[in-house]
């Protein structure tokens, strides 16, 4: 203590700057374990005959996001003009900090490693594609959708991106997403709706006279377990994106972020399941998980200005919202096996619209230029990227494909083969 007291500013500043380079490491590495979380809740609302080709996606995703954003995605993000529209071109991230920089003083010296920032933007990259796997599962190839996850994590991803927290437009013109319910969950669900739409529904999903007929996921225990990782994942999402910890204001800060992330979270799941007690007379759990991950995405664009109880009634908000989109959806023919679209995009577009009912900084007009600029850029850049694998590849599988299950076909291997008929 009694060395610390007499430390030099330097020795101050250095260990400044080593607390808060590991809390964006630590909270990095916990938005990776949501990657976790999605491959679970995934594998759990699918048939048990496409959970290998569900899992083979989700590792598979997870380290393209790596890659393309390491060879050009974060300097697209990062390295463009400021308040422009076309990103520019270029490889790799750039260099790390030195001592020199860091011991500078002053508002332009960094407050931590250069590298743990492109850890924890890569991995929020991850989490945008993850989004689109659950849409499409169950029907489409999977080649096609790794070649998506190419272009998406590479270049679409990254030039709304940079809009937004690179620097962009829409950040001269005053749009707030503080982790990213647009940014990055409103991003997904645009690419995954796009995707949905050239692929079509599951067979035996929607009768010739409307009927919505449901088709059950193969573990539900697994799907539980998926959002819990996925909520615990948030803490890490949204308190990271404070970007420091290492003095009083930031510190307190952090904490604000916590209890309200966690508050919306718990007011998602009592909304969606008493709404779903409500109407469909039952006590749904693939609702109650999907209004705790729907209030998780609704705080995520303003975890910080909001009370704990404006953020219980954010959240809640966001999970009736989701249950009243997956109907919805079903109705207009949208089949999206693990409500994705409903979750990410519709109750993100509500996150992004709360924010000025809390912080003054931001305004309605900012937020719906925000809104229609990244859903119009991600949801039609998409649509082409689809339309040209379609032509080119081919995105769906075989009905008979799909009749036995992608796992076998697309994989060579069950994950349940004693239940399936498989050898043992």
Known sequence: MEELLNATAGDLTQLKYAVDTFYFLMCGALVMWMAAGF?????GLVRAKNTTEILTKNIALYAIACTMYLLCGYYLMYSSDEGGIIPSLGALIGDENGVDAVLAGGDDAPYYSARSDFFFQVVFVATAMSIVSGAVAERMKLWAF????????????????????GGGFLSEAGFFDFAGSGIVHMAGASAALAGVLVLGARKGKYGKNGEINAIPGANLPLATLGTFIL?????????????????VGEANAVAQVFVNTNAAAAGGVIAALILARLWFRKADLTMALNGALAGLVAITADPLSPSALASSLIGAVGGALVVFSIVTLDKLRIDDPVGAISVHGVVGIWGLLAVPLSNADASYGAQLLGIVSIFGWVFIASLVVWFILKAIMGIRVSEEEEYEGVDLAECGMEAYPEFSGGKK
């Open 39 to 43: 491959a679970m809740l995934e594998a």
């Open 146 to 165: 790794l070649a998506f996850a190419v272009v998406m994590t590479g270049f679409i991803y990254p030039t709304s991106g940079y809009w937004t927290w």
């Open 231 to 247: 909520w615990l994942g948030w803490f890490g999402f949204n308190g990271g994106s404070e970007l420091k910890l290492s003095d």
